[in-house]
């Protein structure tokens, strides 16, 4: 039976990550025998603010994206998309999607970052 991200755009993997330390974290890796399209990725449930964030990257779509507006904890979410007319690259089979902090939050906080997109 076919999943649904090959069918179309879903929500294809969320992990709970801490936005304050330098680290790199995976959220979802590509299935065998697929390629992976990243639609857009929703950052959200954050512990505290993420004022200061200000370097974040997701592997193959964002690059050094600032999460500092979301300072509403626990309620308050950010929709990251895809810069216009931007060429993005596909993720290969079994490579990670990854989130990537550089410039963490000032305060301690997690959040959950949920990447969706489909795969072929």
Same mark, same amino acid.
Do not use: W
């Given at each position: ?7 179309? =755009?879903?929500?294809?993997?969320? =992990? ?15 299935? *065998?025998g697929? *390629? ?5 990725? *929703? ?17 193959? /779509?964002?690059?050094? /994206? ?15 998309? =895809?810069?216009?007319?931007?060429? /993005? ?6 490579t990670?999607v ?16 949920? *990447? /969706?997109g489909?795969?072929?």
């Open positions: 039976m076919p999943i649904l991200s090959d069918k179309g =755009a879903a929500l294809l993997g969320s =992990a709970t990550i801490d936005m304050k330390t330098a680290a790199t974290t995976t959220i979802y890796t590509t299935p *065998v697929k *390629v992976t399209r990243i639609t857009h990725v *929703v950052v959200r449930d954050a512990t505290a603010s993420l004022a200061g964030g200000t370097s974040y990257s997701i592997t193959n /779509f964002r690059q050094t /994206f600032s999460l500092a507006a979301l300072i509403t904890a626990n309620t308050g979410y950010l929709v990251i998309q =895809a810069t216009d007319i931007t060429q /993005f690259t596909e993720i290969a089979a079994a990670a990854q989130l990537t902090v550089t410039t963490g939050s000032t305060a301690a906080a997690n959040a959950t970052i949920d *990447v /969706f489909y795969t072929t």
